[in-house]
């Protein structure tokens, strides 16, 4: 993947609630109305809401992608099984030191983005906040993403923020090329392990989570085989 500009995630806390659709890191998704929160089935029988990681609406790295390997619009929300390394839980199931299985992840490509108004005449867009119990909220407080160039910044601001990139260099991987069936595969998004007041993100020493994808699928906007794997430092 050399000489792809890869895009910095910039993270940080805001006072107001981002408006609807808009990039974020954690919180709750905006998915359409009446499009169920992803889930999975448990080795139980049981479902499982995915961990809501992430939402990029596309507009915002429109000016950057100069490459143009992404659309220049709609939204990409990342889902992934990564409870254990929350701390919630300890599941088995959670992405691991090797490459994931299709369904340990659920990349939701949008290719348009409208909110709801409210007499529901449109199937645009609500934010689906999850609650526990006690009506709680589950996901972690929401952060606003800045996005920039990889390249227009110094390694130290990187590091200072954290390496949460699009379209990455695969700087964590110890071994010339991902395993099969992901040979050539690029880091579609990465996640750096973080902290904040309300939760502890650590990808097995303070790692990263990276979604991959090969490049037919990138060049044909197919987000619906993407795989994953923690790296560890």
């Known amino acids: 993947m050399s000489n792809i500009q890869s895009i910095h995630l910039q993270l940080y806390r805001t006072e107001s609630l981002l408006p609807l659709c808009a990039s974020k890191y954690f919180g709750d998704p905006d998915l359409p109305r009446g499009y169920e929160y992803p889930s999975y089935i448990d080795d139980d029988g049981d479902a499982i809401d995915y961990q ?28 992934a099984k990564i409870d254990r390394y929350l701390g919630y839980i300890y599941d088995k199931s959670s992405i691991g030191l090797s490459l994931s299985q299709p369904d340990d992840v659920k990349v939701l490509y949008f290719p348009e983005v409208t ?14 906040r999850l609650v526990d119990d006690n009506n709680e909220r589950v996901n972690p ?11 227009d910044l110094d390694r130290n601001t990187i590091l200072g923020h954290g390496e949460n990139m699009l379209l990455a260099e695969p700087d964590h991987r110890e071994w010339e090329d991902w395993d099969e069936p992901c040979q050539g595969w690029h880091i579609l ?4 392990s973080n902290e904040s007041d309300d939760f502890v993100l650590n990808f097995v020493d303070w790692g990263v989570l990276v979604f991959l994808i090969s490049p037919e699928d990138l060049a044909n906007a197919r987000f619906d085989r993407v795989r994953a794997q923690v790296l560890s430092t």
């Open 52 to 79: 809501f990681i992430c939402q990029i609406n596309l507009a915002d790295i429109a000016a950057i992608d100069t490459d143009g390997l992404l659309p220049h619009k709609g939204m990409l929300s990342f889902f």
């Open 115 to 128: 909110a709801a108004d409210d007499n529901g005449a449109n199937n645009g867009f609500l934010t689906q």
């Open 189 to 192: 998004l990465q996640i750096d």
């Open 141 to 151: 407080l929401e952060w606003n993403i800045k996005f920039s160039r990889t390249a």
